[in-house]
């Protein structure tokens, strides 16, 4: 999974933390009016949270990804069946608190920013449904935990693709670089056949003279001119020349035209210069 490894590891914390919250929550004295069916919620959770804990390959897969939705949608609208209706009418936390959060995280990391918000918005939609189903005015619903939803998953999607585009460069990088070193390694055994060739060429041609030895030469030089190549260290490469232009400027056609310009005849000016010259 590379970069996103982590973003994997803190929603697992994420969920754990969230899960001890609930917990947390259901002790707490006359928190809920039916501890047994909250805490039979909690343990549906807990159960979840183990699952999801699995490796971070399966858990980008999109079957998973939406049976975490469902079955946190479903842990969220088992909330009346824990509270009473005067809890809910009392602006009570719904069973799952903060736990609700894990799969708009999740669909973030995994598919994006939009996939993210459209979590975002089911979970919100779900909270909102619940409370008007139980006679709370929709006008007193705070909807600051909605815009918290949807803001983490837009943003924690946006960054988790911002990492893999950064992890796909760096791969990309290394893989030029990679290439860029086995060249060089081919070419510096290359250049030291070349040149022992060149130098068996130059020896053997002096040995036999004539036209060898011309030969043998001409292999040195070109043997010497290959090493001084080699080893000479990169520069940097030099600007372009700047390109001459064709036309001299405010001229139409002026010295630089590659067009000589042609000679017009005093006589053939104007409308009837033609007819002038006729005359004459």
């Known amino acids: 999974m590379g970069i996103e490894g982590p973003f994997w590891r803190a929603i697992a914390v994420f969920r754990v933390a969230s899960l001890a919250y609930a917990a947390l929550l259901v002790l707490r004295a006359g928190g809920y009016a039916r501890p047994a069916v909250a805490w039979a919620v909690v343990g549906v959770m807990a159960v979840w949270t183990v699952v999801m804990l699995v490796p971070r390959a399966a858990a980008r897969r999109g079957p ?48 994006g920013r939009r996939a993210g918000a459209v979590a975002a918005a089911v979970m919100s939609a779900a909270d909102l449904w619940l409370r008007s189903g139980n006679g709370v005015d929709l006008a007193s619903i705070p909807v600051n935990g909605a815009v918290l939803m949807f803001m983490a998953g837009v943003v924690v999607g946006h960054v988790a693709r911002l990492a893999r585009e950064a992890e796909e460069r760096m791969r990309r990088a290394a893989r030029i670089e990679a290439a860029g070193r086995e060249r060089e390694r081919l070419a510096r055994g290359i250049h030291d056949s070349v ?15 004539g036209e060898a030895a011309e030969l043998g030469r001409l292999a040195g030089g070109a043997g010497a001119a290959l090493r001084a190549l080699v080893q000479a260290p990169p520069v940097a490469d030099a600007p372009d020349p700047p390109r001459r232009p064709v036309f001299a400027a405010g001229s139409g056609r002026g010295a630089g035209s590659p067009f000589p310009r042609r000679r017009r005849d005093p006589s053939s000016n104007g409308p009837h210069g033609g007819a002038r010259g006729r005359s004459a």
């Open 64 to 111: 998973l990804l939406a049976a975490d939705l469902l079955v946190t949608v479903g842990c969220l609208l088992a909330t009346p069946y824990a509270q009473s209706r005067g809890d809910m009418l009392a602006g009570a936390i719904p069973i799952t608190a903060t736990w609700v959060a894990g799969p708009v995280l999740a669909y973030g990391v995994a598919r």
């Open 195 to 209: 040149l022992q060739v060149l130098a068996l060429v130059q020896r053997r041609g002096a040995e036999i003279g």
